[in-house]
């Protein structure tokens, strides 16, 4: 008896499974890739957010210093609500009378994972 030869082109079950497999797993670092990526894009968005509004804070006490004297009792907080959610600004006055400047410290933090603050110094000449 002769034994017939199989010619059919074609894939087997097993190298199909082979190939969903690893099309599954390529798919899955894709999605996991995108979401840090977008994880990572709301963090900076946050932390610029953070740098403006303690920017704005230290201009508008320079603005105060050259019309009164900024002293400790000038210290104070404030919470401020954006599109990117609650942000919380503190800032505080630290006279140095040796050198006749007023050191600024303008503090924001917001909710966030890792490290979710921004602090800005200066100083302002009396």
Do not use: C, H, Y
């Amino acid at each position: 008896m002769k034994s017939k030869i199989n010619n059919a082109a074609g894939f087997t079950l097993i190298e199909l499974l082979v190939a969903a497999v690893i099309i599954v797993f390529g798919l899955l670092a894709i999605a996991t890739f995108l979401g840090n990526l977008v994880g990572k894009n709301t963090a900076n968005e946050r932390k610029t957010i953070a740098t403006v509004l303690a920017e704005e804070k230290i201009e508008d006490l320079r603005n105060d210093a050259l019309k009164i004297d900024l002293t400790a009792a000038d210290n104070g907080n404030d919470t401020i609500t954006t599109d990117a959610g609650p942000f919380t600004r503190t800032w505080t006055i630290v006279e140095d009378f040796a050198s006749l400047s007023d050191q600024i410290t303008v503090l924001v933090d917001w909710e966030g994972r890792g490290k979710s603050e921004v602090t800005l110094v200066t100083l302002i000449s009396n």
